[in-house]
């Protein structure tokens, strides 16, 4: 059993704070549902909770570590997830954390056809429903979906990145991972490159790093910054030497290569030549600067494929472990409001 | 005849055509108004006349209401002649002119005649059509605009598209003008706009949807104004939205330019913010916008830039809108709460009862050029009752129309109609 104290805190802050990290169900659903907890994003979210589903995940990559994995919290309960929109590694990774912790766990891909067949996805929410699953881990390519979604259930809901909205256990792997390494995030200088217009990533750290004190800065071409983006609190560069000078960690995100049709960017070449991090651009960094990136990555596009597994700075793997470990925290937290409803107590 | 006299008395008449706001009785004949005026039947009404005590509420000319999405045919599940004619009833409108975006488009006189026939069918409120600009509404060949004009088209337009193709809109507007036929443009220049969501802005930012900047209106603007200048065609934007476009027709105008424009009343009560959450409800085209918007659009009414206000009823089932954002379907339902949201803009923006009548009124009427819009003798007796104090509250599921899709249900509003009255017939009243 993990840390026992961590537990029961965590209990009790679920008790006070539904509306928050629960995002509980807005609208008409209150009389019809139990209270369930969903994590739909980091918007809003506080610094407490955010503290406290971090160390609980600490207690799990020792679990992980371990000759035996396994662990029955989640025993007896059923995990399915829903994915509208292609995705290996983060679905692999919420299985992982689900079968770790004794959950059935089940993958669903709800491909193109089934959609264009005419299911809806409230439709799609209603079936998976009578099946009694106790928590579904849901991505959709349309923002706001998931919540959508998660309005039409009786069970929690973890979104597991929708559109360009959020994906908040990528932000809650990724502080663990800035938190192992550098011990708290307050006060770090934070760079994330890339393509901020089209990155749930991007949304949730930001959001995650601002309350937790962290100083976040952008550094992107103008045509991958959406509008308005420094009223969320950053510090917005285009030359990315200005943007990583001195700074403690630097997030590369994904570029699609579909954006070179849409006119965001010339070219791959020339996008690497100007936002690509090399070991050149490296330099004006602080020198145990950490390299990050959410995966998959595009080696010589948005990377330099040495830099990127350079041990001494790339913690690009360890992102990978933590992500496990925060997915088996962000499941075990969810189900407690569950076992609150039925009248029993999970421990 | 003389059995078919009734006089609505103790009335605050409102009559903008003509300027009139005060008490006093409105005499009608059967369906037509006989005569009006404060001083009419000074000794009371004579035996032979039937009287309606309007109990001080305000009488005005019906409302009419020039952008109206009925969707039918092609779309009957989401609201009918009958649905929309009841709506219409209890909203105080009179007549409503129908948006061609139907399927199939009204495009050809068929289409027109059948529009005609269902209205004589229903026969609660009027209903007019406007004729499509380009076949199928896919901007590129013109339609019959003389033989739809005699056929009924009041006006043309490709409702929610814009004739992007500026020499395609240069001919448009030439064609038209030998007719002089008003030619109704969807200012927003398409491929900007294009899988645009909502309006540019932290909103649009914060909840990942793709947003369409607000200059996207302005553009089309401009480029049309050009071909106005051109070709002297009479031109009218529809729901402007923005205070760069209010701007420049408030620029026009003064240059003399024949350019009129319209909006509706939720750009001057909601914002971007109101989409928060990811309500598909607020979700219209063009998009809420700003608060500074806004308030450029409350400017525009105010001094008169702005000629119109109609609801931009748009009609859509739960099927169309219980979906993410995305894939929801734009549109608003407004033919019951064009009045109450209209009439909050006497209240908080001290923009005169009369002045606020006359964009439902007389403003859209004279622009396309129908009879209907005054209290004059003669006239049909086209007339709405209303008390601009009543207060109630919005309910989604009380609305008469088929589709509930109104961002402001549970809303609490003052200004009711009480009665309205097509061509002397009460199709709707509160007054007991």
Redesign the interface.
């Known amino acids: 059993m993990p840390n026992r104290r961590a537990y029961r805190c965590l209990a009790a802050l679920a008790d006070a704070s539904y509306k928050q990290i629960l995002m509980a169900n807005p609208l008409n659903d209150a009389g019809l549902h139990p209270p369930r907890m969903h994590i739909l994003g980091m918007e809003g979210i506080p610094r407490e909770e955010i503290v406290t589903l971090l160390d609980l995940s600490e207690s799990y990559i020792e679990q992980s570590r371990q000759h035996d994995k396994k662990s029955s919290i989640l025993r007896g309960r059923t995990l399915i997830n829903v994915f509208f929109e292609n995705s290996t590694r983060t679905r692999t990774s919420f299985e992982l954390a689900g079968k770790r912790l004794g959950a059935d766990v089940i993958n669903m891909s709800v491909s193109a056809s089934a959609i264009k067949k005419g299911e809806t996805l409230i439709d799609t929410a209603m079936t998976l429903n009578a099946m009694h699953p106790d928590v579904l881990t849901v991505r959709h390519s349309d923002s706001g979906a998931v919540q959508l979604l998660s309005e039409k259930v009786t069970c929690s809901v973890i979104n597991a990145g929708d559109g360009s909205h959020e994906h908040p256990t990528q932000a809650l792997l990724d502080a663990l991972t800035i938190r192992r390494r550098k011990k708290s995030l307050e006060g770090l200088t934070v760079a994330i490159c890339g393509d901020i217009l089209h990155s749930r990533v991007a949304r949730s750290n930001i959001y995650l790093l601002n309350t937790m004190g962290a100083h976040v800065r952008l550094v992107a071409p103008k045509t991958l910054l959406p509008a308005a983006i420094e009223q969320l609190g950053v510090e917005v560069h285009h030359n990315m030497r200005d943007g990583i000078r001195d700074a403690d960690i630097i997030m590369m995100l994904r570029l699609q290569t579909e954006r070179m049709q849409g006119s965001y960017v010339p070219s791959t070449r020339e996008y690497f030549r100007f936002f690509g991090l090399d070991r050149d651009k490296l330099a004006v960094a602080k020198p145990d600067a950490l390299i990050m990136h959410p995966g998959p990555m595009n080696r010589g596009i948005e990377i330099d494929s040495e830099l990127a597994d350079d041990i001494h700075r790339s913690v690009i793997h360890e992102q990978v472990e933590m992500g496990v470990a925060v997915r088996m925290a962000c499941l075990d937290l969810v189900t407690r409001s569950l076992s609150r409803n039925d009248g029993e107590d999970a421990a | 005849m003389t059995e078919q006299l009734r006089a609505y008395v103790n009335a605050r008449l409102l009559d903008p055509a003509s300027g009139l706001d005060q008490t006093g009785t409105v005499l009608i004949d059967g369906n037509k108004i006989v005569d009006t005026g404060p001083h009419l039947f000074p000794n009371g009404p004579p035996p032979n006349v039937q009287v309606i005590d309007c109990k001080g509420y305000c009488l005005a000319p019906g409302l009419i209401d020039m952008r109206v999405h009925l969707p039918e045919p092609g779309g009957e599940q989401k609201e009918s002649f009958e649905t929309a004619s009841a709506a219409a009833a209890a909203g105080g409108v009179t007549s409503l002119i129908c948006l061609p975006d139907t399927d199939p488009a009204i495009d050809n006189v068929s289409v027109i005649e059948f529009i005609a026939r269902r209205a004589r069918e229903t026969n609660i409120v009027k209903i007019y059509a406007y004729g499509a600009i380009t076949r199928g509404l896919e901007g590129t060949e013109l339609t019959e605009f003389g033989i739809l004009s005699e056929a009924g088209a009041l006006a043309f337009t490709d409702a929610t598209r814009a004739i992007a193709d500026t020499l395609v809109m240069r001919r448009v507007l030439s064609y038209a003008s030998t007719f002089d036929l008003l030619i109704v443009q969807h200012p927003e220049e398409p491929r900007l706009a294009r899988n645009g969501q909502m309006t540019?802005?932290?909103m649009?930012?914060?909840?990942?949807?793709?947003?369409i900047?607000a200059v996207a209106e302005v553009m089309m603007l401009e480029r049309d104004l050009r071909l106005v200048e051109l070709t002297g065609a009479r031109y009218h934007a529809a729901h402007v939205t923005t205070a760069a476009a209010i701007d420049v027709i408030r620029g026009a105008k003064a240059r003399g330019l024949p350019v009129t424009c319209d909006t509706a009343p939720h750009y001057f009560t909601l914002t971007d913010a109101a989409t928060d959450?990811?309500r598909t409800f607020t979700k219209v085209s063009p998009p809420l916008r700003s608060e500074e918007d806004r308030l450029a659009v409350i400017e525009g009414l105010r001094d008169g830039t702005i000629d119109v206000i109609a609801s931009d009823h748009r009609p859509q089932d739960q099927?169309s809108k219980?979906?993410?954002?995305?894939?929801a379907e734009p549109g608003i339902v407004g033919l019951e709460t064009l009045l109450p949201l209209t009439l909050a803009l006497h209240r908080e923006a001290g923009i005169s009862l009369l002045d606020l009548i006359r964009r439902l009124t007389s403003a859209p009427g004279s622009l396309l050029r129908m009879k209907e819009g005054r209290l004059a003798p003669g006239l049909p007796a086209d007339m709405v009752i209303f008390d601009p104090d009543h207060e109630w509250t919005i309910e989604a599921t009380e609305l008469k129309s088929r589709s509930k899709n109104t961002p402001f249900d549970q809303m609490p509003v003052q200004g009711k109609a009480m009665c309205t009255i097509v061509g002397g017939r009460h199709v709707h009243s509160l007054m007991g």
């Open positions: 540019e802005g932290e649009a930012t914060r909840l990942g949807l793709a947003g900047p959450g990811y099927d219980r979906l993410p954002f995305v894939q």
